[in-house]
């Protein structure tokens, strides 16, 4: 079956970084877009950036452009965030989540806390 499973997340002070990986099974990972999402306290989920199959195409919402950066490696089925910079604002539940047959997948997320 189709698994997803973020991991890296944790506290972190502003301006910090921290690296988010999102390993998969299930499913053919080299042919399917990825996407991280975030769900912020009080907040509806939002897409935090995406990338296209091949690695090629990446885009980000505009609240993280320049700071974040989604990446993936095929061989290891594994997806990553890198998030430089980090504002308490960034603080959230952050879920990978992928597309397979029509059907959404999603991890159970990781969270992340931007705090001094």
């Known amino acids: 079956q189709v698994q997803l499973v973020e991991s890296g997340g944790g506290l972190v002070q502003p301006g910090g970084s921290l690296r988010l990986s999102c390993a998969t099974s299930?499913?053919?990972?080299?042919?399917?877009?990825l996407r991280w999402h975030r769900r912020a306290p009080g907040k509806e989920r939002e897409l935090v950036a995406a990338?296209?199959?091949?690695?090629?195409?990446?885009n980000y919402a505009d609240s993280v452009k320049g700071r974040f950066t989604i990446s993936r490696d095929n061989a290891k089925n594994t997806m990553y965030l890198q998030m430089n910079s980090l504002k308490p604002e960034d603080t959230a539940v952050y879920y990978c989540?992928?597309?397979?047959?029509?059907?959404?997948?999603w991890g159970q997320g990781t969270q992340v806390t931007v705090a001094s």
């Open positions: 299930g499913f053919t990972f080299s042919s399917h877009t």
């Open positions: 990338i296209s199959s091949d690695g090629v195409n990446t």
């Open positions: 989540g992928t597309v397979v047959r029509d059907l959404g997948y």
